[in-house]
C-alpha cells in the first residue's frame, strides 16, 4: 500500500517561491504533482520517472516548476518560482507504476493535498 503525504503549501505573494514536499512510502513509483483550483478539474503538473532520469510539464509551469526525487529519503519534491495568482489551487502528489502520464485517471495512488495561494 502506497502512502503520500505532501507538505509545503502557503500563501505566497506573486513572483515568489515555494517548495513541496511528497514523502512516498512503498516501491519506486512514477511520481507526478497535479493541481485543482475551485471550480476546475485536476491537472497535470509535473511528473518524474522511478530513479529520477526522466520529467515531463504541463505547458503552464515549463521553466518555472522542477520536479525531483530522493528516492534515499522516499521524498519528492516539486520546486515552483515565479508564482501567478494563476497557479492558486490545491496541489496533489500521485504515483503509479509506469511510464509518465500527466493525465489523473492515470493514477492510482494519491496524497490528501496541500493549498498554495498565491496573490496579486
Known amino acids: 500500500q502506497v502512502q503520500l503525504v505532501e507538505s509545503g503549501g502557503g500563501s505566497v505573494q506573486a513572483g515568489g517561491s515555494l517548495r513541496l514536499s511528497c514523502v512516498a512510502s512503498?516501491?519506486?513509483?512514477?511520481m507526478a504533482w497535479f493541481r485543482q483550483a475551485p471550480g476546475k478539474e485536476r491537472e497535470g503538473v509535473a511528473a518524474?520517472?522511478?530513479?529520477?532520469?526522466?520529467?515531463v510539464y504541463a505547458d503552464s509551469v515549463k521553466g518555472r516548476f522542477t520536479i525531483s526525487r530522493d528516492n534515499a529519503e522516499s521524498m519528492v519534491f516539486l520546486d515552483m518560482n515565479s508564482l501567478t495568482p494563476e497557479d492558486t489551487a490545491m496541489y496533489y502528489c500521485?504515483?503509479?507504476?509506469?511510464?509518465?502520464?500527466?493525465?489523473?485517471?492515470?493514477?492510482?495512488?494519491w496524497g490528501q493535498g496541500t493549498q498554495v495561494t498565491v496573490s496579486s
Open positions: 518524474i520517472s522511478p530513479y529520477g532520469d526522466s520529467t
Open positions: 500521485a504515483a503509479r507504476l509506469g511510464k509518465l502520464y500527466l493525465s489523473p485517471t492515470d493514477y492510482r495512488h
Open positions: 512503498g516501491y519506486t513509483y512514477t
